[in-house]
């Protein structure tokens, strides 16, 4: 299946669209990978000095209803780490809160 424009119907620019994993009549599961390869340190701020050290797995968020189905974006538990503060941390996606399992716009889509 075409992933060219789903990026644009989803509306998350942090977000690539790489492939359509499992339509059923009810659900869409879609998996997404960062636009960008590397975030700034929580602590000194520096993008310099970050690595990525591998994932944790996927993580599964369930985003906005497309087409009357729930959809649910797959998206990978990056590990990061910097060599300044030896500070180990996850990759923070934008759209959806810290442990969360819903993006922010599924809440605020609703009201």
């Given at each position: 299946?075409?992933t060219?424009?789903?990026?644009?119907l989803?509306?998350?620019?942090e977000?690539?669209?790489?492939?359509?994993?499992f339509?059923?009549?009810?659900?869409?599961?879609?998996?997404?990978?960062?636009?960008?390869?590397?975030?700034?340190?929580?602590?000194c701020?520096?993008?310099q000095?970050?690595?990525?050290?591998?994932?944790?797995?996927?993580?599964?968020?369930?985003?906005?209803?497309?087409?009357?189905?729930?959809?649910?974006?797959?998206?990978?538990?990056?590990?990061?780490?910097?060599?300044?503060?030896?500070?180990g941390?996850?990759w923070?996606?934008?759209?959806?809160?810290?442990?969360?399992?819903?993006?922010?716009?599924?809440?605020?889509?609703?009201?």
């Amino acid at each position: 299946m075409q992933t060219q424009y789903i990026n644009e119907l989803l509306n998350i620019p942090e977000l690539h669209v790489s492939q359509i994993l499992f339509v059923d009549h009810n659900e869409l599961h879609i998996a997404a990978t960062p636009v960008s390869l590397l975030q700034s340190c929580s602590i000194c701020l520096s993008v310099q000095h970050v690595i990525r050290k591998g994932t944790n797995g996927t993580r599964t968020v369930r985003h906005l209803s497309v087409f009357k189905r729930k959809s649910f974006l797959h998206v990978p538990a990056i590990r990061l780490f910097c060599t300044t503060c030896h500070t180990g941390f996850g990759w923070i996606y934008e759209f959806v809160g810290h442990k969360q399992r819903y993006s922010k716009m599924e809440k605020t889509f609703g009201k």
